[in-house]
């Protein structure tokens, strides 16, 4: 049994009407269209594709790229590779070639098909008012993110994909270079990941599950870790 083997650790932020979100709309919310008087209790769910714990798909950045359905399942069942730098992030960090190096140093080279991990300790801010969105006067919002030199070492490695517990690998490049570095290199970003302080450097498997939705660019996901006792 699986559970005689590994420790299971939810990394998906719980979705409510008080989420952040990249705009700072609401972009969730659950209506009840029948209950319990009418035998069961029916909810619609409405909500932005890009809420919460999400997947970024290639096609959400480059027209014809693959779409969240088409994603192979192989690449969602992957060991982990976490990049901790939650000591040192704070708003406006990137994570650095040399963060990856260190990395890599300790613990070998990333391996092929692996989810890098971004654990730079915001989302301690998840549902604290502005905290996480952390936008200045001018409307810029000030958060962790990954460097473009780093994006591109990790696409070196091969990777299957890069998540961050921010909104977002691009924070102060408007340009968006990291999106379009992975995505346009068909690795897929996930975004808002939950609380990875439980994760060793390797040796954990991630299990990460958008929903199949046909021609999507974004999708809302559950991903679990899967960590050896």
Known sequence: MILNHFNIVDLTQPLSENVPTWNGSCGFCIEIKKDYDQMFRVQQVKMHAGVGTHMDAPSHRIQ???SIADIPVEQLVVPICLIDVSEKAEADYEISVQDIQDHEAKHGLIPSNSLVIAYTGWGRFWMKG???RNMDAKGQMHF???SA?????LLKRNISGIAIDTLSPDCLDLE???HKLILGAGKYIIENIGDCSQLPARESYAIALPLRAENSTESPMRIIALVPH
């Open 64 to 66: 014809g790229g693959v």
């Open 130 to 132: 502005d905290a996480y």
């Open 144 to 146: 962790p993110a990954f």
């Open 149 to 153: 030199e780093s994006a591109e070492l």
């Open 176 to 178: 968006f270079t990291v």
